[in-house]
């Protein structure tokens, strides 16, 4: 079974420059989480889907961070413009919510975002 | 909302020794309990959790946890650490909706 994919692993650009980032989660995992990763730090959600809606956005810079699951299966996270600040490890998980206790997430290696 | 603090930022031991990772939470809500591992340039990947039942989970890779709700601790162990232990490891606990906050993680080290 195929992983949590994620494209590119690293990204390099300039500030106020825009950068997208692409998942595919696990075959069948109805619910995606993208999280920021500062160095030394644990992940922090920026937003939930439960299939194409967004749940949990409450943590999402909307100001510059958007993001969209067609279809309730890959997932993209955009940033435009990008700032110093965004320079972090942006990390996509799946995992099959149902009812009942929460199941594992799975995550992707990550994309390593550096701004310049 | 909740918190989790992993007591420990880094913990370095010797290979075969027993090792304990610290992890304290709070929240205003009931929450189920994990501990994910981190390698380098890997994503996480689940060790173990707690849902409901026996207080002590036992995870993979040899390592258990026991949850603790008087304390609101799920300090990670394991009795003889290996090399290949050497990561970061991340407490997180999970609402009833689905909500998940991590910890800052702990850098374990293990030295030959």
């Known amino acids: 079974e195929a992983g949590v994919v994620q494209s590119p692993r690293y990204k390099i650009i300039e500030k106020k420059q825009p950068v997208a980032f692409w998942c595919n989660p696990i075959?069948?995992?109805?619910?995606l989480y993208w999280y920021l990763q500062n160095l030394g730090q644990g992940p922090e959600l920026l937003i939930r889907y439960e299939n194409e809606e967004a749940v949990d956005d409450s943590q999402l810079p909307k100001d510059r961070f958007s993001a969209e699951r067609l279809k309730g299966v890959d997932s993209t996270l955009k940033i435009q413009p990008a700032e110093l600040g965004d320079s972090a490890v942006y990390l996509c998980a799946s995992s099959l919510v149902g009812q009942g206790a929460p199941n594992e997430q799975f995550f992707g290696p990550g994309t390593r975002l550096t701004v310049l | 909302a909740q918190s989790v603090t992993q007591l420990d930022s880094q913990v370095p031991v010797f290979e075969e020794a027993p090792v304990e990772l610290r992890c304290n939470y709070s929240?205003?809500?009931?929450?189920?309990l994990f501990w994910y591992v981190q390698y380098p340039n890997q994503g996480l990947q689940l060790l173990l959790k707690?849902?409901?039942?026996?207080?002590l989970v036992k995870g993979i890779n040899g390592f258990e946890a026991e949850f603790n709700k008087s304390q609101t601790s799920f300090h990670l162990r394991k009795p003889s650490v290996h090399i290949s232990d050497t990561a970061e490891y991340f407490c997180a606990v999970t609402t009833n909706a689905g909500k998940s906050t991590f910890g800052d993680g702990t850098t374990l080290t293990v030295k030959p």
């Open positions: 707690y849902l409901s039942g026996s207080t």
């Open positions: 929240s205003s809500v009931s929450v189920y």
């Open positions: 075959s069948g995992h109805n619910t």
